[in-house]
């Protein structure tokens, strides 16, 4: 597949070598310019663009950039992506140590993921954000390993959660169904899913266990 990726910190990162790795075709981008990602760009084989060109054709776009940074995400993000795109949101919310307070998430109920939705304009599925990136190189195994880890997916459009799921999978994880964005605080952190490396089973139990309120030290 064509894929763009816009953030290439940890996650952004390590999903453009493996992904690349795969065979699909990677776009990546930062805030500070194509020029900084050239050695990303020479040791992966993906092409490093400006953000306002990351998603031109692609079939799946990764949002991977700090919550605080979404506002200030060029408009226009995804014109000329591919038919029946869909967008993988990666984001979470830490006011304390990085984001400042959001009201609208804080105060007005919003899961993280509906917020960076409403500004990016797009549907989002939520996955990678409790998975430790280095985990992404180094604990890929084959479907039925019994040492396979599980990643949630949340998303309100099944088709675009399958395109997701399927791709986690080729990337050597399982994935359990984690409900609608509304739903999505079941993995957001502080639950008891996020950071966990276990199989379906678990992580299905994990998000079961999951309480609505916001955790203080994930509060502003």
Do not use: C
Not at 39 to 57: I, M, N, Q
Not at 99 to 127: C, M, N, Q
């Amino acid at each position: 597949m064509k894929i763009g990726i816009i953030g290439a910190g940890n996650i952004g990162g390590n999903l453009t070598r493996r992904l690349t790795a795969l065979g699909h075709d990677v776009s990546v981008a930062n805030s500070r310019g194509p020029q900084t990602l050239t050695a990303l760009a020479e040791e992966t084989g993906a092409t490093a663009v400006d953000a306002r060109d990351a998603a031109r054709d692609a079939e799946v776009v990764v949002v991977t950039v700090p919550l605080k940074r979404v506002p200030d995400l060029p408009s226009g993000l995804f014109d000329g992506a591919a038919d029946g795109f869909v967008v993988i949101d990666t984001g979470n919310y830490y006011p304390r140590e990085r984001d400042g307070r959001i009201p609208e998430i804080e105060d007005g109920g919003l899961t993280e993921s509906r917020w960076t939705e409403r500004h990016v304009g797009h549907p989002v599925v939520k996955a990678f954000n409790g998975t430790y990136a280095q985990d992404i190189l180094e604990r890929p195994r084959p479907a039925g390993d019994p040492e396979r880890m599980a990643l949630p997916v949340a998303g309100d459009d099944e088709r675009a959660k399958g395109v997701v799921r399927a791709l986690i999978d080729e990337l050597g994880f399982d994935t359990v169904d984690a409900g609608g964005i509304d739903d999505s605080w079941h993995q957001q952190p502080g639950t008891p899913v996020y950071g966990l490396r276990a199989g379906a089973e678990a992580v299905a139990k994990a998000l079961a266990e999951a309480s609505p309120e916001r955790p203080a030290a994930f509060r502003g």
